[in-house]
Nanobody, 121 residues
């Protein structure tokens, strides 16, 4: 069971990035999938999750209207499209999967390795 995150990097404010998370060893459709981030000195927080039970997509208030989570079942991969990026979005971003009903990191048991997103001019 493995999640492989990719797509991070350095981007200027108001720019865009797309993160990808490829799964192997299990089927993402059977799990809630999510994106989390951790900024220096801060706790890991839920950014966006798609709940397996009803397909509802959660977004944190700080990213609502700017970030979009999607899933490609054929590729067993999910994505985080990040638009209008702000310096406050700078963090290590992690993808995760679990049988969860909340976008809370302690409920997820499969994690990707993290990818750094830096928003700076």
């Amino acid at each position: 069971v493995q999640l492989q995150a990719s797509g991070g990097g350095l981007v200027q404010p108001d720019g865009s990035l797309r993160l990808s998370c490829a799964a192997s060893g299990f089927t993402l459709d059977d799990y809630t999938i999510g994106w989390f981030r951790q900024a220096p000195g801060k706790e890991r927080e839920g950014v966006s999750c798609i709940y397996y039970s009803d397909g509802f997509t959660y977004y944190a208030d700080s990213v609502k209207g700017r970030f979009i989570t999607s899933r490609d079942s054929a590729k067993n991969t999910f994505y985080l499209q990040m638009n209008s990026l702000k310096p406050g979005d700078t963090a290590v971003y992690y993808c995760a999967a679990g049988r969860a009903h909340l976008c809370a990191p302690w409920l997820y048991n499969h994690w990707g390795q993290g990818t750094l997103v830096t928003v700076s001019s």
